[in-house]
């Protein structure tokens, strides 16, 4: 498995540090971001899963504890819309240039609006998908809202 992906390198090239983590991906778990936390042994709170969404039909991407469901009317209030949905699997590969279960949210093809889920800051550090299945990068939630120009919310 490469430990360089788009992710790892749009996250050098922002000077933002992390470390990078290789788990044994489960391409039949029900829940991939549990699974995650689970091989990795850590607190499934502080992994976080991304996912793309259509708000108003438009793309949106929205990261949130792998422990944690998405509450789509918050989501879309937050991005100043009024419907929220999940995207289709091979939309969400079209647009972030990765595969179902390691679509990170950095270094995606398109750049689109992001919201954080605001208890990922209760973390010193938090996981997120590096960029492939069963690649993790860890680092500050609070970096990566940065980088990501993530707006910061409560959407669970």
Known sequence: ???????????QQARVAFTVHAYDYDP???????????????????VLKTLMVLVDN??????????QEV?????????GGKAAQMMKPGDAERITGYHVGGISPFGQKKRVPTVLEQSALNHAEVFMNG????LQVKLDPRAAAAVLDA????VV
């Open 1 to 11: 498995m490469s430990k360089t992906t788009r992710a790892t390198q749009a996250l």
């Open 28 to 46: 039949n778990a029900e829940r991939i971001g549990l699974q995650a936390a689970e091989a990795m042994g850590a607190d499934p709170a502080s």
């Open 58 to 67: 438009r793309p949106a991407c929205v990261i949130l504890p792998s422990d």
């Open 71 to 79: 509450n789509l009317k918050k989501l879309a209030a937050a991005l």
């Open 131 to 134: 960029g492939q299945r069963g």
């Open 151 to 154: 707006k910061v919310a409560g």
